[in-house]
């Protein structure tokens, strides 16, 4: 069975850092483009950052940007997002996404873009 796992997410007060792992099992990441997304509690889905398959390329959204990393490790078949410098506005359940693509460039925070979808890790950032 093709499945995304998110982990890494908690509890961290502002200022903190978290990094998130998108782990997947029953197919490779090689060919995968990745994207991370959040969804905070009555808003819409949005893109926080991508990668492409080989890691060469990534983009992030202006509100993370210089705060968050994207990484990947093809040997282990996971994808980071190390997330600093963390404010209450980064509260959100965070997902990754993969699509067979190399790298979707400016579409790679269309959520319809995406195959798979993990479940989610929740991440609350608080004091």
């Known amino acids: 069975q093709l499945q995304l796992v998110e982990s890494g997410g908690g509890l961290v007060q502002p200022g903190g850092s978290l990094r998130l792992s998108c782990a997947a099992s029953?197919?490779?990441?090689?060919?995968?483009?990745i994207g991370w997304f959040r969804q905070a509690p009555g808003k819409e889905r949005e893109g926080v950052s991508c990668?492409?398959?080989?890691?060469?390329?990534?983009n992030y959204a202006d509100s993370v940007k210089s705060r968050f990393t994207i990484s990947r490790d093809n040997a282990k078949n996971t994808v980071y997002l190390q997330m600093n410098s963390l404010k209450p506005e980064d509260t959100a359940v965070y997902f990754c996404?993969?699509?067979?693509?190399?790298?979707?460039?400016?579409?790679?925070?269309?959520?319809?873009?995406?195959?798979?979808w993990g479940q989610g890790t929740r991440v609350t950032v608080s004091s």
């Open positions: 029953g197919f490779t990441l090689d060919y995968y483009a």
């Open positions: 996404a993969a699509v067979f693509r190399s790298w979707l460039g400016r579409n790679c925070y269309n959520p319809g873009e995406y195959h798979y």
């Open positions: 990668i492409s398959s080989s890691g060469g390329s990534a």
